[in-house]
T-cell receptor, first 115, second 111 residues
Framework: DAGVTQSPTHLIKTRGQQVTLRCSPISGHKSVSWYQQVLGQGPQFIFQYYEKEERGRGNFPDRFSARQFPNYSSELNVNALLLGDSALYLC??????????????FGDGTRLSIL | DQQVKQNSPSLSVQEGRISILNCDYTNSMFDYFLWYKKYPAEGPTFLISISSIKDKNEDGRFTVFLNKSAKHLSLHIVPSQPGDSAVYFCAADFGNEKLTFGTGTRLTIIP
């Protein structure tokens, strides 16, 4: 079975531009979360979506937005890119948001570099 | 405010011996704790988890211990194998799947 797939794998942008990152969850998984991992740090939670609704948002500015589609895939959008947005962006999916911990399964990430 | 801390950035262990990775947390409201392993150029891979109502969970070579009074958990790998060389992240969850990660420990298994 395919795992969580993310595209593109690498991306180079300049300051002020906008970017869209894509994620396809594991088949049957309905919950998708996004994380940002800056070099030398652990992943930091950005968004969680379940059944196309936002279930949680981390401490990120409004330049960050996301959405989930009927097929449970998701997009992360970042506007007005800053140098500090350079990071590995990870998508994770889990089976269902039930209030009981379901382990999240991560994709290999999109490496975003801002020049 | 670092709610989950991994104070050892790196650890080297001889093959066949026990690897012990440590993690401390500050928020007593966390419901679950998880360990992930990460190889370069790959996403984190789920290893093992433990509920806050338990003090031990075991899965094959991996055992996680939770000491709630000390707000401390540890991951034991026995015996350590070369394929265990990776970065290990401790993560905590309030039960809402918004994981809070530590900064990671790089484990190197020496043949």
């Amino acid at each position: 079975d395919a795992g969580v797939t993310q595209s593109p794998t690498h991306l180079i942008k300049t300051r002020g531009q906008q970017v869209t990152l894509r994620c396809s969850p594991i088949s049957g998984h309905k919950s998708v979360s996004w994380y940002q991992q800056v070099l030398g740090q652990g992943p930091q939670f950005i968004f969680q979506y379940y059944e196309k609704e936002e279930r949680g948002r981390g401490n990120f500015p409004d330049r960050f937005s996301a959405r989930q589609f009927p097929n449970y895939s998701s997009e992360l959008n970042v506007n007005a890119l800053l140098l500090g947005d350079s990071a590995l962006y990870l998508c994770a999916s889990s089976l269902e948001w039930t209030g009981v911990m379901q382990p999240q399964h991560f994709g290999d990430g999109t490496r975003l570099s801002i020049l | 405010d670092q709610q989950v801390k991994q104070n050892s950035p790196s650890l080297s262990v001889q093959e066949g011996r026990i690897s012990i990775l440590n993690c401390d947390y500050t928020n007593s409201m966390f419901d679950y704790f998880l360990w992930y392993k990460k190889y370069p150029a790959e996403g984190p891979t789920f290893l093992i988890s433990i509920s806050s109502i338990k003090d031990k969970n075991e899965d094959g070579r991996f055992t996680v211990f939770l000491n709630k009074s000390a707000k401390h958990l540890s991951l034991h790998i026995v015996p350590s194998q070369p394929g265990d060389s990776a970065v290990y992240f401790c993560a905590a969850d309030f039960g809402n799947e918004k994981l809070t990660f530590g900064t990671g420990t790089r484990l190197t298994i020496i043949p």
